[in-house]
């Protein structure tokens, strides 16, 4: 069955950097499109990043273009997300997510419980 | 404030049907499927309707979902109270070039 298994999350002081991972197994990794997804905490769901199935395409939220780098490995089956310049606004769960085969900005149909990162001093 | 619009709350009694609407532009509702998601409170979210108005394998028939113009509607029939969760309408931005969420639907069932 599919699995989406998200680590890495902690607590960090703003201006520190942190990077989360998404180990995927059940499915061909290397077909998907993936996609990050945050949630801060008693707010609704905003996109943060996506990346195409080859990685030859990435597309970010503004509120993280320079600071945020979504990056996959397809012979370890894992997404990445390098968190740069974290903010107090950073604070959130952040969800991986399956998107289309071959494609991505279709739907999400598989998430991972989600990896809760703090930025506080 | 996000760029789809959707009501913040809806509310009914066992047994009835509400709808959730999600209103957006050209750029995005217009021009590409849109897509609903299910959260449970303390839950990551769930996908109930892709492509508009197809249910993946698991989703009850009592959820639907349509889409007119720059507009999508969310259905759901003979509400339960496991149906008590926040809805989530979703879909991509052709002029931003990213993934849009509405802002949330909160759904109480009285």
């Known amino acids: 069955q599919v699995q989406l298994v998200e680590s890495g999350g902690n607590v960090v002081q703003p201006g520190r950097s942190l990077r989360l991972s998404c180990a995927a197994s059940?499915?061909?990794?290397?077909?998907?499109?993936m996609q990050w997804v945050r949630q801060a905490p008693g707010k609704g769901l905003e996109w943060v990043a996506v990346i195409s199935y080859d990685g030859s395409d990435k597309y970010y939220v503004d509120s993280v273009k320079g600071r945020f780098t979504i990056s996959r490995d397809n012979s370890k089956n894992t997404l990445y997300l390098q968190m740069n310049s974290l903010r107090a606004e950073d604070t959130a769960m952040y969800y991986c997510?399956?998107?289309?085969?071959f494609g991505y900005g279709y739907y999400f149909d598989y998430w991972g419980q989600g990896a809760l990162v703090t930025v506080s001093s | 404030q996000s760029v789809l619009t959707q009501p913040p709350s809806v509310s009914a009694a066992p047994g009835q049907k509400v709808t959730i609407s999600c209103s957006g532009s050209s750029s995005n509702i217009g021009n590409n499927y849109v897509s609903w998601y299910q959260q449970l409170p303390g839950t990551a979210p769930k996908l109930l309707i892709y492509e508009n108005n197809k249910r993946p394998s698991g989703i009850p028939d009592r959820f639907s979902g349509s889409k007119s113009g720059t507009s999508a509607t969310l259905g759901i029939t003979g509400l339960q109270t496991g149906d008590e969760a926040d809805y989530y309408c979703?879909?991509?931005?052709?002029?931003?070039?990213?993934?849009?969420f509405g802002g949330g639907t909160k759904l109480t069932v009285l």
């Open positions: 979703g879909t991509w931005d052709r002029s931003l070039r990213g993934w849009l």
């Open positions: 059940g499915f061909t990794f290397s077909n998907y499109g």
């Open positions: 997510a399956r998107d289309h085969a």
